[in-house]
């Protein structure tokens, strides 16, 4: 296998850093190819929690290579911040990471402007992160973004982010009353470009170079398949392509590289922000998962909407991504379910949908169509033998692979890295 690509099936928050950190034990590279530090990959062994926002977490595999592509946005702030962290821990980026020349940069006042923008929309508000993601991608759209190579070019760097911040701050006044905070910006700045330097690579060159040579290279994004900035559930979306198709254009790899997918997908449904979610489960039954599952977010806290597992939404991932293979997070969250409810498919006014609906108005009033399944009332929780599982867990995951007509790959029953299993004879494990 040249590259194998992780990707969310749901809205993010699948599970995937724990997946691709358990999965890089048999690779050469993990590298990032989309989103930013509104993202947390979450990954718990020995003991210890590392939540990742920016580093691929195969960082924590010694001697694996870690690299951040051109299809992500860095704030220099954070990725020194991360790197720092994990060197306390004891893990030195040193040698290991590599940082595309061609990447965009977040500044501080995509951050003031989004968080400004966002209170101006009052109800109608997108539910952000207010990181600067979104304001660091229009300006990569409009081509008036600066990239890690202008920060490396200390010649023209001081010019271009002053005459940016000053037009920026211009904007951020007229059109919200508010001034920016932009002074001593350039000089913090070009220390936090001495310190990546070291780190700083043509990372689509390197990537190409390694599969060439025979590397396996395992490439994952942030967020998930319905927050793609195409294919999601627009506007409540992300600001990159976080399918499939945006890891060929984020790392600068050819789509005949990529000769495997894997789709991560909970056993149920999670989303956070504002946006259609036709499976939400009312409030009591949420809660209760919630407090299961620990769904809050990674990098946020911020408590995230609960519902049933959404066959019609993974129909739609595993067709928009070519998914091979799935893999199914939390399984044990369900081991004190009776009865546990699935989407099979959607109704708009009485009428059968073949397709997943393009606007948010259509699929905020669609009808899911439920099967119910019986629980299996019994502990799952950090099984590691796909036969040690209850029969009655082993029919939920046979019925999600016979509709989808995928096969399950791997499960997950808990958050520590060992809680994890391959099923043998699958595609991801021949994979490995």
């Known amino acids: 296998m040249a590259a194998v690509l992780i990707v969310g099936a749901q809205w993010g928050d699948e599970g995937k850093g724990k ?27 020995n003991g210890h929690r590392f939540i990742l926002q920016l580093i691929p977490c195969g960082i924590l595999r010694p001697g694996k290579l870690a690299v951040i592509g051109a299809g992500v946005v860095v704030d220099p702030a954070a990725l020194v911040a991360e790197m720092d962290a994990l060197s306390k821990a ?3 980026a040193t040698g290991r990471l590599f940082l595309s020349n061609r990447a965009h940069l977040i500044f501080p006042y995509h951050r003031q402007m989004e968080i400004a923008a966002e209170a101006a929309r009052g109800a109608s508000k997108i539910g952000t992160t207010s990181r600067g993601i979104g304001p660091t991608y229009e300006d990569k759209m409009s081509r008036r973004g600066l990239r890690v190579c202008d920060l490396m070019n200390t010649a023209c760097f001081r010019e271009k982010l002053g005459r940016l911040a ?28 001495e310190r990546l330097r070291p780190f700083v690579a043509d990372t689509s ?92 977010g990674a990098v946020t806290g911020r408590p995230r909407r609960c519902g049933w597992l959404d066959l019609a ?56 169509e439920y099967r119910t399944l019986p ?6 929780s950090g099984l590691k ?32 890295r060992e809680a994890t299993f391959l099923l043998p004879g699958t595609k991801l494990a021949s994979w490995l």
């Open 19 to 45: 997946v691709v950190d358990y999965l890089a034990q048999s690779f050469d590279v993990v590298a990032r190819y989309s989103g930013g530090h509104n993202a947390g990959h979450t990954v718990i062994f």
């Open 90 to 92: 004891g893990y030195d």
């Open 166 to 193: 000053a037009e920026k701050d211009a904007i951020c006044r007229a059109a919200f009353g508010k001034p920016l905070e932009i002074s001593g910006i350039v000089e913090q700045y070009e220390k936090y470009g």
């Open 205 to 296: 060159a390197l990537l190409n170079r390694m599969i060439a040579e025979g590397k396996r290279v395992l490439l994952e994004g942030a967020q998930g398949t319905m927050l793609d900035i195409d294919h999601g559930t627009y506007p409540f979306v992300t600001s990159s392509n976080s399918t499939a198709g945006g890891a060929c254009t984020g790392l600068g790899l050819p789509p005949h590289s990529i000769t495997g997918v894997a789709g991560i997908t909970k056993a149920y449904t999670t989303r956070v922000g504002g946006g259609p979610f036709p499976t939400e489960m009312p409030d009591l039954e949420a809660r209760d998962l919630r407090e299961r599952g620990k769904e809050f």
């Open 313 to 368: 939404m993974l129909r739609y991932a595993v067709q928009i991504n070519g998914i091979d293979s799935l893999v199914v997070t939390k399984l044990d969250v369900f081991d004190a379910q009776r009865e546990i409810q699935v989407c099979t498919g959607y109704r708009y006014k009485g009428t059968p949908l073949t397709e997943m609906p393009p606007d948010v108005e259509t699929l905020e009033n669609v009808t899911p």
């Open 375 to 380: 629980g299996w009332m019994a502990p799952t």
């Open 385 to 416: 033998d796909p036969g040690a599982l209850p029969g009655a867990a082993r029919d939920y995951l046979k019925f999600i692979s016979d509709a989808l007509g995928v096969e399950i790959g791997m499960i997950s029953t808990g958050p520590e």
